[in-house]
């Protein structure tokens, strides 16, 4: 190997020993020779070879998956999904990795105050050398510009996000652009969470909200930051206040609720072919699922199902069929506002009685 001019820098040399191959590299410092460590990356054939039959990772190696939030489910989704072979990659967070992330996070320690779109384009790239990872370090409820012209050629949207300004800039682009989108999140300290994937021509995010199915304001306060600009922590709070809302779940609790985004969105990526596991899309149906891992305060996301349906369980997924909301913010055709939101829609009044379809899943 040479630099630049042509000059030679590195020698190779690669032996069999005891049936293994033995790589060396040596750099030319100089009248000096030194050797250096050096990694083989694996053919594609071998870094899955584990995966046939099961899934056939080749069919997505030319998916494009935007996935906005790396936090505790972004930075997870994005390296499961380079494991199963997803080929490019376009992340967005503002956010660097700090001490409180990392007892849920993918990251580690040697990652703290980096920024995480670096340390998980590193980790994907750990998994799966042959990805490309296009990274942007933005708020995309500030620049929605930049995400809009990146949504126009995915393939899917994973909405990792903790807050709805964002969600409803990213439902606003996935019905524009007729693209596919995830979204999930914990709340109430990881005690459950919900999932909600958007289909062209489907309900969209602003129908689940407008439905009243789901709390959209039940958020996960799963930082000081998060909390006060969600009103959870108000500005008068003390520091032993803070410290009390601030509990996030642990990561056994999102890691469910990980797993379903996961498996939509490789059912979503790999529809039409034959990836082996097309027999998901009979189960995996519905547009919104419930998850509760723990009965706390009974649970805030069963409230409507006090009414009508089974009882409800822990452990165990609920898919619900939304309906479309002709008055949707963000897929009727009544015009908006320059925001993407109606005056005095009914997704910002009080919760109302509705009828709606419940299943066990």
């Known amino acids: 190997m040479s630099d630049f001019n042509g000059d030679v820098k590195y020698i190779a040399t690669i032996s069999q020993k005891n049936n293994k191959l033995d790589t060396k590299v040596y750099k030319l410092d100089g009248s000096d020779v030194?050797?250096?460590?050096?990694?083989l990356i694996p053919g594609k054939d071998e870094l899955y070879s584990r995966s046939k039959g099961l899934l056939e990772v080749e069919i997505l190696s030319k998916k494009h998956v935007a996935i906005v939030g790396l936090g505790s489910f972004g930075s997870q989704i994005a390296i499961e999904l380079a494991k199963a072979g997803v080929g490019v990659f376009s992340l967005f967070d503002f956010d660097r990795v700090e001490l409180h992330n990392i007892g849920r996070h993918s990251c580690t320690?040697?990652?703290?105050?980096r920024l995480k779109t670096d340390a998980i384009e590193e980790a994907i790239l750990g998994k799966n050398p042959y990805a490309q990872v296009n990274k942007y370090a933005i708020n995309i409820a500030t620049q929605k510009d930049v995400f809009c012209d990146v949504s126009k050629n995915v393939d899917l949207v994973i909405c990792a996000t903790d807050n709805n300004d964002s969600r409803f800039v990213i439902a606003s682009a996935l019905h524009k652009y007729q693209r596919i989108g995830i979204f999930g999140r914990a709340i109430t300290r990881a005690a459950g969470g919900d999932v909600f994937r958007y289909k062209p021509g489907g309900p969209c995010y602003g129908c689940?909200?407008?439905?009243?199915i789901i709390d959209s304001r039940d958020e996960e306060v799963s930082s000081e930051e998060a909390g006060r600009r969600s009103g959870a922590i108000p500005a008068y709070a003390s520091a032993e206040d803070v410290n009390a809302i601030v509990q996030v779940g642990l990561s056994v609790d999102i890691e469910p609720i990980c797993n379903l985004m996961l498996k939509l969105a490789l059912l979503e990526l790999s529809?039409?072919?034959?990836?082996g596991i097309s027999s998901l899309e009979e189960d995996l149906k519905y547009d919104a699922y419930i998850w509760a891992n723990?009965?706390?305060h009974n649970f805030s996301n069963w409230h409507p199902f006090y009414k009508s349906g089974p009882k409800q369980t822990i452990l165990k997924w609920y898919g619900i069929t939304i309906p479309k909301d002709e008055h949707c913010a963000i897929c009727s055709e009544i015009p908006t506002l320059d925001t993407g939101l109606k005056l005095n829609h009914p997704m910002y009044a009080e919760y109302a009685d509705i009828d709606f379809h419940l299943d066990d899943n």
Do not use: H
């Open 34 to 39: 030194v050797e250096i460590s050096a990694k």
């Open 109 to 113: 320690l040697k990652d703290l105050g």
């Open 208 to 212: 689940l909200i407008g439905s009243r």
């Open 271 to 275: 529809k039409g072919m034959q990836s």
């Open 294 to 296: 723990r009965r706390d």
